[in-house]
């Protein structure tokens, strides 16, 4: 219902001011408390090397491509914990999440799963067609299919490898005409001083269109990170590597 239509549905009860009638419009408030989410994709072949001080790093065998670490809309988080996700709600979906969407951290993935549905999932359930942990899963995982990073760096003649380098400039290039000029590459540094790409940020709007800037959300109020990510946007004037994935040593692909 717009606003116009409302304001004339309340302007016609008697006892009703046009005054008093504002006072009740101007209370509504956006179901959706942000305008703009990240739809991040990781490089299996770097995540290890980004979690120099914790064990468990594993890169599952059948993981081959880049994959999704997370759907997030900007600068909330936790929006309803009581909102539960079971098993159950992904079981259809588990093989295609499980191949796109792996927990690179030993463990089960529903666990992965669950905590970003809770911590991210959550939030995002304010937009239709996200409204529930099987949707928002669905969602993602659509998105992956249409950000095929694997695809477009390959057709643009980046390939992994321990010997070759890239500039952020070529890697942004490749990219651009898929994720728009408004995306960020991001790199970690590994024990010998190289840079590596290791994920890939994508600004969306709320209908999913690109170029979501982040002054768009000048109206909502940060949430302050738990910790400090090692990752970082890709130097413009170091080379960037952009390591193979080594099943048996995902710590050391290229040592």
Known sequence: ????????????????????????ILKEKPLCRWECMNFALQWPGAF????????????????????IHGLWPMHVDKCCECWPIFNSDLEELEPELTQLWPSLIKGRNFTFWRNEWIKHG??????????SPTRYFQTSLKLRRRFNIDEILRNSGIEPS??????????????????????????????????????????????????????????VLSSPPLTKSPLRPCPTHSPIFYFPIKHEDPYHPCA
């Open 48 to 67: 290890c090397v980004s979690l120099k001080n914790i064990s468990g790093c594993v890169v599952p065998q059948h993981v081959q491509n880049w994959t």
């Open 122 to 131: 959550s939030c995002a359930a304010c937009k239709e067609g996200m409204n």
């Open 162 to 219: 321990c010997i070759n380098s890239y500039k952020s400039d070529d890697l942004r290039k490749a990219l651009a005409p898929i994720l728009s000029d408004i995306h960020e590459i991001q790199c970690v540094t590994d024990d010998k001083e190289r840079e590596v790409l290791v994920q890939v940020k994508i600004p969306l709007y709320l209908n999913f269109t690109l170029g979501c800037h982040q002054h768009d959300q000048d109206s």
């Open 1 to 24: 219902m717009t606003t116009s239509i409302l304001l004339l549905i309340l302007l016609s009860v008697p006892a009703l001011s046009i005054e008093h009638a504002s006072m009740f």
